[in-house]
């Protein structure tokens, strides 16, 4: 073999060594700690990783929020929210939404710390839970990774409503809610979808208006 045609055969042999390297499997990959849900190949988390605790806890007491519903019969709902399990952003507790809002109607708000007419709007869906006295549950949903943005904002609005963190969008993509904010969705006391409302509320006689439309229920 002349050495043209060696010097060919080592650089072959090269190349092929460098794809094998390529693509052969490593076990020495850092491992990414999920606390949300796999899109694809990606891990999301739902809340910002310095979102912790103790990071929130001055937010929390200066939010003061209401307790988020629990569990009041037997068994959960088999409806669009079966399943999803998010945390209570006034405590940090677990909620279970399919055994949490069944039995009771409920008007789920979607919004975030950004969103301008969210932060019209929840003041408005904070007065008319208090008229509802307990007969309709009126739960915030913060649709953004920014957990303590959305604490912060929420106690300088004055809104105590119940709220839970879904920074995946887990609820949205359940019940095929549009990419706007804000949004409310209206569940029966089944547990089932009875209508979803991309739009926000500018007063409680407008809310009262769509729950009564949709869940037969007025103020």
Request: hydrophobic residues 45%.
């Amino acid at each position: 073999m002349n050495s043209s045609a060696a010097r060919w055969s080592l650089a072959a042999l090269l190349v092929v060594a460098a794809l094998i390297y390529a693509i052969w499997p490593r076990g020495d990959d850092p491992q990414t700690e999920a606390t949300g849900p796999r899109q694809g190949t990606a891990i999301v988390e739902d809340r910002r990783a310095g979102d912790t605790a103790e990071a929130l806890a001055p937010l929390r007491e200066r939010a003061r929020l209401a307790p988020c519903p629990t569990p009041t019969a037997e068994g959960g709902s088999t409806g669009p929210l079966a399943g999803i399990v998010l945390e209570c952003i006034g405590d940090g507790s677990s909620v279970d939404l399919g055994a949490a809002l069944i039995g009771r109607p409920t008007l789920i708000n979607l919004w975030a710390y950004w969103c301008g007419p969210c932060a019209e709007e929840l003041p408005h869906l904070q007065d008319y839970a208090r008229q509802m006295e307990g007969r309709l549950t009126v739960l915030t949903v913060h649709q953004d990774r920014n957990e303590a943005n959305g604490l912060a904002k929420l106690a300088d609005y004055g809104v105590t409503l119940p709220g839970v963190q879904d920074g995946t969008g887990a609820i949205a993509a359940a019940v095929g809610a549009p990419s706007v904010l804000p949004v409310s969705i209206l569940i029966d006391a089944d547990g089932n979808v009875a209508k979803v409302l991309p739009q926000p509320f500018r007063s409680v006689e407008e809310i009262d208006d769509a729950v009564a439309a949709n869940l037969g229920i007025t103020a």
